[in-house]
């Protein structure tokens, strides 16, 4: 079956730094764009980053442009999350997704598969 695992969550202070992976399985992974969505308490979903399967093309949500950076290593089926100059407002649980599309997407029915998620905590 399909498995999206993250990690590197975890607590920092403001202006840190932390690297979000995520590792896939049971999919053809380099054929399928992906993506990061975080979602803070009492709050919906929301877009973070997401990377093509096609020429490597990224998309980032403008509250994180130019702090965080994604990536791909598509021989070890694996996706990741640089975040540099971490505010308190990142404070969220944050998820990797997988889309069975060929462009980078920001809504979250674009996605067919989800892992359980990684919590991400700033302090100030």
């Known amino acids: 079956q399909v498995q999206l695992v993250e990690s590197g969550g975890g607590l920092v202070q403001a202006g840190g730094s932390l690297r979000l992976s995520c590792a896939a399985s049971?999919?053809?992974?380099?054929?399928?764009?992906m993506g990061w969505f975080r979602q803070a308490p009492g709050k919906e979903r929301e877009f973070v980053s997401a990377?093509?399967?096609?020429?490597?093309?990224?998309h980032y949500a403008d509250s994180v442009k130019g702090r965080f950076t994604i990536s791909r290593d598509d021989a070890k089926n694996a996706v990741y999350l640089q975040m540099n100059s971490l505010k308190p407002e990142d404070t969220a649980v944050y998820y990797c997704?997988?889309?069975?599309?060929?462009?980078?997407?920001?809504?979250?029915?674009?996605?067919?598969?989800w892992g359980q998620g990684t919590q991400v905590t700033v302090s100030s």
């Open positions: 997704a997988a889309g069975p599309i060929p462009t980078t997407r920001r809504a979250t029915y674009d996605y067919s598969y």
């Open positions: 049971g999919i053809t992974f380099s054929t399928y764009t």
């Open positions: 990377i093509s399967w096609i020429g490597g093309s990224s």
